[in-house]
């Protein structure tokens, strides 16, 4: 997949589109802006620095969606730049499924703008590139990314112990999955016309209290 070939999807007043390398003093702006708030949730490199280089990370994102393993997008409200979106880990075959990373910056939380984004990038992936399932893992501390698979009626399938490296440690996640067959009419019209199953994203007790701790590793 080329990287022209990743589209631009709108629904309402949010835009969702590719990102692109001049798009990184804007991204540093936000992103500088919004550091207190998004910092507990970003990817960090085990032993690396936690310095922001937009331009690295844009010619990162745009390098594997050139090998057709990434769909890395901006999120847009009436044309301001707002958040950002990636489709990774996309792969085909007996598998055909990717995975969502989001965020957006604090002033625009909680008003359906990541929804919108993450049903239209679903949607894109479900009915265009024909994958088949669509994962979301999320911290356990993080509700508002929660409220976003409520919302949407991703499936809760699970606790991911020491997941992906967030913060600077090892954290735990919350899985969430939807495949093509539970939506066929897509992910953004059974929200928008109010039919998501109310319990899907329903977090287990068991798991919910495991979460509250962490897992126990051995002294070296």
């Given at each position: 997949?080329?990287?022209?070939?990743?589209?631009?999807?709108?629904?309402?007043?949010?835009?969702?589109?590719?990102?692109?390398?001049?798009?990184?003093?804007?991204?540093?702006?936000?992103?500088?802006?919004?550091?207190?708030?998004?910092?507990?949730?970003?990817?960090?490199?085990?032993?690396?620095?936690?310095?922001?280089?937009?331009?690295?990370?844009?010619?990162?994102?745009?390098?594997?969606?050139?090998?057709?393993?990434?769909?890395?997008?901006?999120?847009?409200?009436?044309?301001?730049?707002?958040g950002q979106l990636n489709v990774s880990s996309?792969?085909?075959?007996?598998?055909?499924?990717?995975?969502?990373?989001?965020?957006?910056?604090?002033?625009?939380?909680?008003?359906?703008?990541?929804?919108?984004?993450?049903?239209?990038?679903?949607?894109?992936?479900?009915?265009?590139?024909?994958?088949?399932?669509?994962?979301?893992?999320?911290?356990?501390?993080?509700?508002?990314?929660?409220?976003?698979?409520?919302?949407?009626?991703?499936?809760?399938?699970?606790?991911?112990?020491?997941?992906?490296?967030?913060?600077?440690?090892?954290?735990?996640?919350?899985?969430?999955?939807?495949?093509?067959?539970?939506?066929?009419?897509?992910?953004?019209?059974?929200?928008?016309?109010?039919?998501?199953?109310?319990?899907?994203?329903?977090?287990?007790?068991?798991?919910?209290?495991?979460?509250?701790?962490?897992?126990?590793?051995?002294?070296?």
């Amino acid at each position: 997949m080329a990287t022209a070939a990743i589209p631009t999807l709108r629904d309402g007043d949010v835009t969702l589109r590719p990102i692109r390398a001049r798009d990184a003093k804007v991204l540093e702006r936000v992103l500088l802006d919004n550091r207190s708030w998004l910092r507990q949730w970003e990817a960090t490199y085990p032993g690396g620095g936690t310095v922001i280089d937009t331009r690295a990370s844009i010619r990162n994102l745009l390098a594997h969606a050139r090998t057709g393993h990434a769909l890395p997008f901006v999120i847009e409200v009436d044309g301001e730049l707002v958040g950002q979106l990636n489709v990774s880990s996309i792969t085909f075959g007996s598998l055909s499924s990717a995975s969502i990373g989001y965020w957006v910056s604090q002033a625009h939380a909680g008003r359906g703008i990541t929804p919108a984004a993450v049903a239209l990038a679903t949607d894109y992936c479900f009915s265009t590139l024909r994958l088949h399932r669509m994962e979301i893992c999320i911290r356990p501390e993080n509700a508002p990314s929660l409220r976003v698979v409520e919302k949407l009626g991703f499936r809760y399938e699970g606790l991911r112990r020491r997941f992906i490296h967030i913060n600077g440690d090892w954290r735990d996640h919350f899985s969430f999955a939807l495949v093509a067959e539970e939506v066929p009419r897509g992910v953004l019209r059974r929200w928008h016309e109010g039919r998501v199953p109310e319990d899907a994203a329903r977090i287990s007790a068991e798991d919910r209290a495991a979460a509250a701790y962490p897992l126990h590793v051995a002294d070296r």
